[in-house]
């Protein structure tokens, strides 16, 4: 990328902006270690803390090192400070519609025993294998370009003393979001079809779109009693839905009810259930492929009906996330050990991946993606090529920031009329 002088000043600013606010209230000596690590990750797309120390400029990487472990140890006093600042800066940024993502990533680290508190995790890159690790629960919303904002980051490991079962640990994080952020729709995979998680859903005064995997479930259609998987074969597909890769699909809707006694209250509510075909012919059944979406939205025509198809296929902008936070910043090659510094880590790059959210949505994010250049004809994750642009950019300035964001202070004057009020007068 060519030095353009302007975008360089634009995007320097930009960012002493950003971890200004990101920094709000914290003291100096705080405000310089999250500026360090903030410009580090920037300007080598790295998390590893050696590349980190030597964007400061620091000769001796070891005590840079050390000096970052530190910090990271004690990274629970000052998390309160940079999660409030981070909730107000992401605010003006969320899609009005309120669409809210769940799923769950990982951090393999199977082959290195080294690593504190690892768990167990279901590797989704290798056909869900049983590996060591940690596992990484996100709850991500869009912005208005359609590009994936982190609200909830949370690294855990299966052996924590505290660790609830999945149903709390995910009830949890929703009604934070939801008090936070405010109600909207929970939109979750096949993972998250449980009665008792739609009822705490509804409960909270949002709604879900989950595709549903107990097909064999049974479920009450006008009074009769009957199973999704019975419904889904005998409904005809009426309203005709193009994606990226199918062309022919048909979608169709019924209104059913769910009776479960561990939650009750679900059988007061009327769900609708949106049925997608047209995907193949099923080499077990050998009959035809089909999707099954429950959603507590009121649905009466087509165009509710395909929108629920269309806000359900933008969940993948969560799986696009973890692969972002993994391949584009190394997430998975990390080297810290201890269990509290990789879960700080984990949140610190939640925040600055953000910042490339920001620069999306600006001016500057539009002249960016410009000058980069473009293999694929259209972009729809449009953060790897911000990043890369900041990457290249803040190589120009990052020994700038630090005199940006700790102006030096002007030397005392030490005279006889600062001291004691004595004017001198030359003979």
Do not use: C
Not at 213 to 222: E, F, M, P, T
């Amino acid at each position: 990328m060519k030095n353009y002088n302007t975008l360089n000043e634009i995007l320097k600013d930009e960012t002493v902006n950003y971890i200004k606010n990101i920094t709000n209230g914290l003291g100096k000596v705080d405000t310089h270690v999250i500026s360090d690590v903030f410009t580090g990750i920037l300007k080598y797309n790295s998390i590893i803390l050696s590349d980190i120390v030597r964007q400061t400029g620091n000769l001796n990487i070891k005590k840079g090192v050390e000096r970052l472990e530190r910090h990271l140890d004690s990274f629970n006093k000052i998390d309160n400070i940079l999660s409030a600042n981070y909730i107000n800066l992401v605010k003006p940024y969320i899609n009005n519609r309120h669409l809210y993502f769940v799923d769950r990533g990982d951090i393999v680290k199977d082959d290195n025993t080294k690593f504190e508190n690892k768990g167990f995790v279901l590797d989704g890159s290798d056909s869900h294998t049983i590996k060591q690790g940690y596992q990484i629960d996100e709850i991500a919303t869009i912005d208005n370009n359609n590009q994936p904002i982190s609200l909830v980051s949370e690294l855990r490991s299966s052996k924590d003393d505290d660790y609830k079962s999945d149903n709390d640990l995910w009830l949890q994080h929703m009604n934070y979001v939801t008090n936070i952020y405010g109600k909207g729709t929970f939109i979750m995979d096949r993972g998250y079809d449980s009665a008792i998680l739609m009822e705490k859903v509804l409960e909270m005064g949002s709604d879900f779109i989950i595709r549903a995997k107990s097909l064999d479930r049974n479920v009450y259609i006008n009074g009769e009693k009957s199973t999704i998987s019975n419904i889904a074969k005998n409904i005809k597909g009426k309203y005709k839905y193009v994606s990226k890769d199918y062309q022919n699909l048909k979608v169709s809707y019924k209104q059913i009810v769910i009776k479960n006694r561990e939650a009750k209250s679900l059988s007061s509510k009327v769900i609708t259930m949106v049925v997608v075909k047209g995907f193949a012919i099923d080499e077990k059944t050998l009959n035809e492929a089909y999707m099954v979406l429950l959603t507590s939205r009121k649905v009466s025509g087509k165009d509710q009906a395909l929108q629920v198809v269309r806000d359900y296929a933008l969940r993948w902008k969560i799986e696009e996330n973890f692969k972002y936070k993994k391949q584009q910043f190394s997430f998975e090659k990390i080297k810290v050990r201890r269990y509290k510094r990789i879960q700080a880590l984990n949140t610190l790059l939640t925040y600055v991946m953000f910042f490339s959210n920001v620069i999306n949505m600006k001016a500057v994010g539009k002249t960016i993606r410009k000058i980069k250049n473009q293999i694929r004809e259209k972009v729809l994750f449009w953060l790897y090529r911000i990043s890369d642009g900041i990457k290249e950019i803040i190589s120009f300035f990052s020994n700038e920031l630090i005199v940006e964001l700790y102006p030096k202070r002007n030397k005392r004057r030490r005279d006889l009329w600062t001291v004691m009020g004595v004017r001198f007068n030359p003979a």
